[in-house]
């Protein structure tokens, strides 16, 4: 996402400026291109060279330094994105009056490309009227606030003020400012996780499915621009984006019914979800002691999502399955894409030890309704994910 990306990166004066060097790093790592500029407070935090070093880049400090110009409109151009971050309340305030007596905020006035802010100040600056106001003409200009946290503050206090951790700022430059708009306009459904079927108030039969796969899937379409849900059965695993809409359920018969209504708005669905086939008749109502003998339990079997997506499918919409198959295993993932009316099934592999539940890579291929075979190498559960989505966006395009 961040591959050949331009980031500039604006430090004023502020303790929370360690934190930038973390994420400079973070962002070097996943692909972008970054540059700094540094108002003259910001060098008595952290020091250009770590910078420098990081970034792979100069950094910028002053408009003239020695006998080089710095170009402040070029910088201002060159990037995709600007990030304040940290944003003392002192250059905050000279941002909102446009006031221009260093580097960085020449850079600032000049940039043509989306303003990301990330203050960090005390409390008391923060809540001050002349900073909320000074918030008030910046968001007015259209540059975009990332919300500061509250915790301990370089004063000892507690309290709002913390600059955003550099994690929460990469999220924010993905879901704000990257995220493609390819299935920008389509909303999908994905189906993740196990079921847990009640035997008692305290016993229940579940599987082994850990949702990733199902997640992954569902994140790679909310970053090419879906509007995405995810309807998922107990898991341990939470998104990283906040757009995604994700919802819980216990069993086949919950699942069953968020879907029936999600599905018939959806223009992408996937069940990745290892629903359970059966589930018991009647639980029971108190926990089920031990007696004499073995015990019985009657099962009935539970609706097929997958199967009624496929008997209700819309014009247009596109119907991807799972399966996971220990004997023929191509003719019975065929049979599952005729007998459910799917687009696609996507086929777990069972011979590579690397694939499947609980682990995170995945080799999967996928059958479709044309005839075609595509294999998806082991990789990790991610990189297959990305790739089962430029396949959806394949076939929806076609
Ligand atoms: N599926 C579903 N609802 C169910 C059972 C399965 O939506 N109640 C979906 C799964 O999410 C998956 C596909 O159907 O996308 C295939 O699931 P699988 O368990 O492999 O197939 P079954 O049809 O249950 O057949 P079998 O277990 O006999 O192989």
Same mark, same amino acid.
């Given at each position: 996402?961040?591959? @050949?990306? %331009?980031?500039?990166?604006?430090?004023?004066?502020?303790?929370?400026?360690?934190?930038?060097?973390?994420?400079?790093?973070? #962002?070097? $790592?996943?692909?972008?291109?970054? +540059?700094? *500029?540094?108002?003259?407070?910001?060098?008595?935090?952290?020091?250009?060279?770590?910078?420098e !070093?990081?970034?792979?880049?100069? *950094?910028?400090?002053? #408009?003239?330094?020695?006998?080089?110009?710095?170009?402040?409109?070029?910088?201002?151009?060159w990037?995709d994105?600007?990030?304040?971050?940290?944003?003392?309340?002192n250059?905050?305030?000279?941002? =909102?009056? @446009?006031?221009?007596?260093?580097?960085?905020?020449?850079v600032?006035?000049?940039a &043509?490309?989306?303003?990301?802010?990330?203050?960090?100040?005390?409390?008391?600056?923060? %809540?001050?009227?002349?900073?909320?106001?000074?918030l008030?003409?910046?968001?007015?200009y259209?540059? +975009?606030?990332?919300?500061?946290?509250?915790?301990?503050?370089?004063?000892? #206090?507690?309290?709002? @003020?913390?600059?955003a951790?550099p994690?929460?700022i990469?999220?924010?430059?993905?879901?704000?400012?990257?995220? +493609?708009?390819? #299935?920008k306009?389509? $909303?999908?459904? *994905?189906?993740? /996780?196990?079921?847990?079927?009640?035997?008692?108030p305290?016993?229940?039969?579940?599987?082994?499915?850990?949702?990733?796969?199902?997640?992954?899937?569902?994140?790679?379409?909310?970053?090419? /621009?879906?509007?995405?849900?995810?309807?998922t059965?107990?898991?341990q695993?939470? &998104?990283?984006? +906040? /757009?995604?809409?994700?919802?819980?359920?216990?069993?086949?018969?919950q699942?069953f019914?968020?879907?029936?209504?999600?599905?018939?708005?959806?223009?992408?669905?996937?069940?990745?979800?290892?629903?359970?086939?059966?589930?018991? *008749?009647?639980?029971?109502t108190?926990?089920?002691?031990?007696?004499?003998?073995?015990l019985?339990?009657?099962?009935?079997q539970?609706n097929?999502?997958?199967?009624?997506?496929?008997?209700? %499918?819309?014009?247009?919409?596109?119907?991807?399955?799972?399966?996971?198959?220990?004997?023929?295993?191509?003719?019975?993932a065929? $049979?599952?894409?005729k007998? %459910?009316?799917?687009?696609?099934?996507i086929?777990?592999?069972?011979?590579?030890?690397?694939? /499947?539940?609980?682990?995170? !890579?995945?080799?999967?291929?996928?059958?479709?309704?044309?005839? @075609?075979?595509t294999?998806?190498?082991? =990789?990790?559960? $991610?990189?297959?994910?990305?790739?089962?989505?430029?396949?959806?966006i394949?076939?929806?395009?076609?």
């Amino acid at each position: 996402m961040f591959s @050949g990306k %331009k980031i500039l990166i604006g430090i004023s004066g502020s303790i929370a400026a360690y934190k930038t060097i973390l994420l400079v790093r973070r #962002l070097v $790592k996943a692909g972008a291109e970054v +540059k700094l *500029v540094m108002t003259p407070a910001a060098k008595e935090f952290v020091s250009p060279l770590v910078l420098e !070093t990081l970034s792979k880049n100069k *950094v910028y400090t002053g #408009l003239a330094e020695g006998a080089e110009w710095a170009n402040h409109v070029m910088l201002g151009r060159w990037a995709d994105v600007m990030v304040m971050a940290p944003l003392s309340c002192n250059t905050l305030a000279k941002m =909102a009056h @446009g006031i221009c007596d260093n580097l960085l905020l020449a850079v600032y006035l000049s940039a &043509t490309c989306p303003v990301i802010l990330a203050p960090a100040m005390d409390e008391d600056m923060w %809540k001050h009227p002349a900073t909320q106001n000074n918030l008030k003409t910046l968001a007015a200009y259209g540059n +975009k606030l990332i919300p500061v946290n509250n915790g301990e503050l370089a004063s000892g #206090l507690y309290g709002d @003020g913390r600059m955003a951790e550099p994690e929460e700022i990469v999220l924010f430059l993905e879901e704000n400012i990257f995220r +493609k708009d390819i #299935l920008k306009g389509k $909303k999908a459904v *994905v189906t993740a /996780g196990p079921t847990y079927e009640a035997i008692d108030p305290v016993r229940f039969i579940g599987n082994h499915s850990s949702g990733k796969m199902g997640f992954a899937i569902a994140e790679d379409l909310y970053r090419q /621009g879906a509007d995405v849900t995810i309807v998922t059965g107990p898991v341990q695993i939470q &998104t990283r984006y +906040k /757009g995604i809409d994700v919802i819980r359920v216990q069993s086949a018969k919950q699942m069953f019914h968020i879907c029936e209504s999600k599905l018939a708005i959806a223009d992408i669905c996937v069940m990745a979800a290892a629903v359970a086939d059966y589930t018991p *008749v009647s639980p029971a109502t108190q926990k089920i002691k031990k007696q004499e003998g073995g015990l019985t339990i009657e099962l009935e079997q539970t609706n097929d999502i997958l199967r009624f997506a496929g008997a209700n %499918k819309k014009a247009g919409q596109f119907l991807a399955g799972f399966a996971l198959e220990t004997e023929h295993e191509k003719e019975n993932a065929i $049979k599952k894409l005729k007998s %459910k009316n799917a687009d696609c099934i996507i086929l777990n592999s069972l011979r590579n030890s690397q694939a /499947g539940f609980g682990v995170d !890579t995945n080799e999967v291929t996928i059958l479709d309704r044309w005839g @075609g075979e595509t294999l998806i190498s082991l =990789a990790d559960k $991610k990189e297959v994910a990305a790739q089962i989505v430029s396949y959806i966006i394949s076939k929806m395009n076609a």
